[in-house]
């Protein structure tokens, strides 16, 4: 008997020498896992990646698979991305009496205070923040920064190519900071949570930013 098995992007197949060939049994195996951002010590996340793939990749796939019924694959969700995207989504009552992004989202990552600082304090941003923010407000599969694609966003390629130029200012930060949040939720769930009206928006204000960071919530 030959055997593929398939885990993620990794195909191995498995046949013993000599023997006649038949049909392929097929094992498709998805190994969904993120290593544990939080920090102990500060209760906040050092990394989004939770967040970030929880509202895009891990709905994408199976809403794919739900257009080929007669496929079957298996999910297999590591422990510690299942205990962190139900941080994300929980909102203790503790969490909401701190205000601000708590009031919004059950965790909070690096990404999510820099947001943050920029809306109610921008110069308590350090420079090397700042740049940090310059580079990581892009890290993001780049679909909607390729013209003519589906989902091509002009203001946000704009963004990407001046990056690389000069410094961004406050607003061309919190404009990225926008549409970096906007662009991690699945294209495919825009139009329902309300969210269409934002892509490629410049300006962004801090209810722009709320609604966005719902959505994440909702999702």
């Given at each position: 008997?030959?055997?593929?098995?398939?885990?993620?992007?990794?195909?191995?197949?498995?046949?013993?020498?000599?023997?006649?060939?038949?049909?392929?049994?097929?094992?498709i195996?998805?190994?969904?896992?993120?290593?544990?951002?939080?920090n102990?010590?500060?209760?906040?996340?050092?990394?989004?990646?939770?967040?970030?793939?929880?509202?895009?990749?891990?709905?994408?796939?199976?809403?794919i698979?739900?257009?080929?019924?007669?496929?079957?694959?298996?999910?297999?969700?590591?422990?510690?991305?299942?205990?962190?995207?139900?941080?994300?989504?929980?909102?203790?009552?503790?969490?909401?009496?701190?205000g601000?992004?708590?009031?919004?989202?059950?965790?909070?990552?690096?990404?999510?205070?820099?947001?943050?600082?920029?809306?109610?304090?921008?110069?308590?941003?350090?420079p090397?923040?700042?740049?940090a923010?310059?580079?990581?407000?892009?890290?993001?599969?780049?679909?909607?920064?390729?013209?003519?694609?589906?989902?091509?966003?002009?203001?946000?390629?704009?963004?990407?190519?001046?990056?690389?130029?000069?410094?961004?200012?406050?607003?061309?930060?919190?404009?990225?900071?926008g549409?970096?949040?906007?662009?991690?939720?699945?294209?495919?769930?825009?139009?329902?949570?309300?969210?269409?009206?934002?892509?490629?928006?410049?300006?962004?204000?801090?209810?722009?930013?709320?609604?966005?960071?719902?959505?994440?919530?909702?999702?």
């Amino acid at each position: 008997m030959r055997v593929l098995l398939v885990v993620g992007a990794l195909l191995l197949v498995l046949s013993p020498l000599g023997l006649p060939k038949e049909p392929l049994n097929l094992a498709i195996v998805w190994h969904q896992h993120q290593p544990l951002y939080w920090n102990r010590l500060t209760g906040d996340y050092e990394l989004p990646w939770v967040r970030v793939h929880g509202v895009q990749e891990y709905l994408d796939s199976p809403l794919i698979l739900l257009e080929h019924p007669g496929v079957v694959v298996t999910y297999n969700l590591q422990p510690s991305l299942l205990w962190q995207l139900l941080d994300y989504v929980e909102i203790t009552d503790e969490e909401r009496s701190r205000g601000g992004l708590y009031e919004l989202i059950g965790a909070v990552d690096n990404h999510l205070r820099w947001t943050w600082a920029l809306l109610s304090d921008p110069a308590s941003l350090t420079p090397e923040t700042r740049a940090a923010m310059q580079e990581q407000f892009f890290w993001i599969n780049p679909y909607m920064l390729r013209p003519g694609g589906k989902h091509y966003d002009p203001y946000y390629a704009q963004l990407n190519v001046l990056r690389s130029a000069r410094p961004l200012t406050d607003r061309e930060l919190l404009d990225a900071a926008g549409l970096f949040l906007l662009w991690q939720i699945s294209p495919e769930l825009h139009g329902e949570l309300g969210l269409l009206g934002l892509r490629g928006k410049s300006n962004w204000t801090e209810e722009d930013i709320v609604q966005t960071v719902r959505a994440q919530h909702e999702v």
